[in-house]
């Protein structure tokens, strides 16, 4: 079966079986949208958020990118924070990294892409960091246990980087809105807090 033959039988399993025995929930989100949360997430393909948080639909405003990176000065995003802060008027923002995470992993290549490394760019201080902590890994277990610190360090990053945006930041010390940040590990399913 082609991709796109499966994608339209997902969408018609998804019509019989949750839209519409839930028609009016979806019919009250056809007109407006007022989710609580801004979810900034990686845009690995194996991170279903929805799926993962067991939200549904109109609960969630997602921004996603490779990295679950909170760009300083950058349009697209500041757009989507505004938005979201606003005039959604979300109370919570969440930054999600990941295990395995691709972006994490490409702080340590050198690449000829055009565009990549310049973004990851916005993540290298998580690999500074954790490098200045840590002593050079030597076996598989000890790189993988670096990975895994610079990704959690990633959201902390992206975190200090939020809040470097002055609307977000007034809307925290307002209490008007609250900033987490989360980890899931794609082996376990565990979605955690970093702290």
């Keep these: 079966m082609a991709l796109i033959d499966k994608l339209l039988l997902g969408n018609l399993r998804f019509r019989e079986t949750d839209f519409t025995p839930n028609i009016d929930y979806y019919r009250d989100l056809a007109g407006s949208q007022h ?24 609960e969630l405003f997602i921004q996603r990118n490779i990295g679950n990176i909170v760009p300083v000065h950058d349009w697209n995003f500041a757009t989507v924070l505004e938005y979201a802060v606003v005039h959604l008027k979300v109370k919570d923002v969440v930054i999600c990294g990941h295990s395995n995470c691709g972006a994490i992993r490409a702080l340590d290549k ?19 960091r954790i490098d200045a902590k840590i002593k050079p890994p030597e076996t598989v277990l000890e790189k993988e246990e670096r990975y895994k610190l610079i990704e ?11 809040l470097t945006y002055p609307l977000l930041k ?20 565990v979605l955690s807090r970093v702290a």
């Excluded at 050198?110 to 500074?128: F, K, Q, V």
């Excluded at 959690?152 to 939020?162: G, K, Y």
């Excluded at 007034?170 to 399913?189: F, I, Q, S």
Aim: charged share 25%.
């Design 110 to 128: 050198e690449s000829s892409d055009a565009y990549i490394p310049l973004w990851l760019n916005n993540a290298r201080d998580a690999m500074t």
């Design 152 to 162: 959690l360090e990633n959201v902390r990053l992206q975190i200090e980087h939020l």
């Design 170 to 189: 007034k809307a925290v010390d307002e209490k008007r809105v609250e900033v987490h940040g989360l980890y899931y590990d794609l082996g376990t399913g």
């Design 35 to 58: 989710p609580s949360t801004l979810w900034i997430g990686c845009s690995d393909s194996r991170l279903q958020t929805g799926h993962i948080t067991q939200a549904r639909a109109g």
